[in-house]
C-alpha cells in the first residue's frame, strides 16, 4: 500500500521568514505533484516533478524531488500572507490512470 | 476550456433520496476521477474512468453508483446515503499518460459538490 507522509501537518509562521514542507512516500516513483487547497475549494496544481533532482520555483515556492530518498520538499522563501492554504503532496504508481494518492496536507497559516 | 464544471455546488438530501452529481470536462481528457474529501482531511479516491471504462473501484458502497456516459461527461449517482457520507465530492479529469512515455498525470480538479446527508 503506497503512503504519503508530510510534515509538519499545522505550520504557522510569519511573513518574511523561510521554511520547508517535507513529503515522504513509501514506493518507488518518480512523478511527485504538489497541489493547494484554499478554504471550502479545489485543488489547485501547483508543481509536478518527474524525474530524480527535479527543481521548480514559482515565486516563492520552490519544490524539490529526491526520488532514492523518496523524499520531495517544498520551499518557502519570505513567506506572505497570500500564501496561506493547505498545501498537498500527491504521488501516482505511473502507467496509465491510477489516480493519485494525497499526503495528509500541511495546513500553513502566514502572520502579518 | 480547462476547466472541469461539476454541478450542483451544493447538495442536501435525506437518508431515502436518490440524487446525482454531474461533472463535465472538454479538454480530451481519457481519464475521470471521483474523490471524496472530508474537513481538514485529503481527498480520497473512489472511482476511476479510464477511456469511459471504470478502471478503479476503492472498495466504495454500492450507494454510491458512478456512471460515464462519454469522454466528456462523469455522474455519480447517489442511493440511501448516510449523514457520514457528507463531504466535498471533487471530480477530476486527466490526460492518460503512461510510465513509458515519462509523462505527468497531472489531475485537473472541479470546484467540487459539497454534499450534505441528514
Known amino acids: 500500500e503506497l503512503k504519503v507522509e508530510q510534515n509538519p501537518l499545522f505550520l504557522s509562521m510569519q511573513e518574511g521568514k523561510n521554511y520547508t514542507i517535507y513529503c515522504n512516500y513509501s514506493?518507488?516513483?518518480?512523478?511527485l505533484y504538489w497541489y493547494r487547497q484554499d478554504p471550502g475549494k479545489s485543488l489547485e496544481s501547483l508543481f509536478v516533478l518527474l524525474s530524480n533532482g527535479a527543481v521548480k520555483q514559482e515565486g516563492r515556492l520552490m519544490a524539490s524531488l529526491d526520488t532514492k530518498a523518496r523524499l520531495s520538499t517544498l520551499h518557502i522563501t519570505a513567506a506572505v500572507h497570500d500564501l496561506s492554504a493547505t498545501y498537498f503532496c500527491?504521488?501516482?504508481?505511473?502507467?496509465?490512470?491510477?489516480?493519485?494518492?494525497f499526503g495528509k496536507g500541511t495546513h500553513l497559516i502566514i502572520q502579518p | 476550456d480547462t476547466e472541469v464544471t461539476q454541478t450542483p455546488k451544493h447538495l442536501v438530501m435525506g437518508m431515502t433520496n436518490k440524487k446525482s452529481l454531474k461533472c463535465e470536462q472538454h479538454?480530451?481528457?481519457?481519464?475521470m476521477y471521483w474523490y471524496k474529501q472530508k474537513a481538514k482531511k485529503p481527498p480520497e479516491l473512489m472511482f476511476v474512468y479510464s477511456y469511459e471504462k471504470l478502471s478503479i473501484n476503492e472498495s466504495v458502497p454500492s450507494r454510491f453508483s458512478p456512471e460515464c456516459p462519454n469522454s466528456s461527461l462523469l455522474n455519480l449517482h447517489l442511493h440511501a446515503l448516510q449523514p457520514e457520507d457528507s463531504a466535498l465530492y471533487l471530480c477530476?479529469?486527466?490526460?492518460?499518460?503512461?510510465?513509458?512515455?515519462?509523462?505527468?498525470?497531472?489531475?485537473?480538479f472541479g470546484a467540487g459538490s459539497r454534499l450534505t446527508v441528514l
Open positions: 514506493t518507488t516513483s518518480d512523478r
Open positions: 477530476a479529469s486527466s490526460l492518460i499518460s503512461g510510465r513509458g512515455f515519462g509523462g505527468a498525470n497531472v489531475l485537473t
Open positions: 479538454m480530451g481528457h481519457r481519464a
Open positions: 500527491a504521488v501516482d504508481m505511473g502507467g496509465g490512470a491510477d489516480g493519485l494518492t
